[in-house]
């Protein structure tokens, strides 16, 4: 399973980019698609996830400007980032939780390569 995050750059305050996350291979079902970030010297942290049937949780810090979207037909997870803030510069990472081909109810937790995202005032 590869999980392939684009999107990321630089921007100013106040500006938009959008996000994907396209996962391939062996996938029977993919049950959660988040974002994850991991600003400059600090932890990675939750961003926003989006489950199989369309339940969406964000973190606090981006409600309302951020939003979690996919496209089952094409397991690929979008993130919409509004109104961007300094505070947001970080490397994002897509996660993926899913079911693989012959495996039962056995799911596994995937990464995907992190994107940089960049937000100057």
């Known amino acids: 399973v590869q999980l392939q995050a684009s999107g990321g750059g630089s921007v100013q305050a106040g500006g938009s980019l959008r996000l994907s996350c396209a996962a391939s291979?062996?996938?029977?079902?993919?049950?959660?698609m988040a974002w994850y970030r991991q600003p400059p010297g600090k932890q990675r942290e939750f961003v926003a996830v989006?489950?199989?049937?369309?339940?969406?949780n964000y973190a606090a810090s981006v409600k309302g400007r951020f939003t979690i979207s996919r496209d089952n037909a094409k397991d690929t997870a979008y993130l919409q980032m509004n109104s961007l803030e300094p505070e947001d510069t970080a490397v994002y990472y897509c996660?993926?939780?899913?079911?693989?081909?012959?495996?039962?109810?056995?799911?596994?937790?995937?990464w995907g390569q992190g994107t940089l995202v960049t937000v100057s005032s």
């Open positions: 996660f993926a939780r899913l079911v693989l081909l012959g495996a039962g109810i056995q799911s596994g937790d995937y």
């Open positions: 291979g062996n996938i029977f079902n993919i049950i959660d």
């Open positions: 989006i489950n199989d049937e369309g339940g969406i």
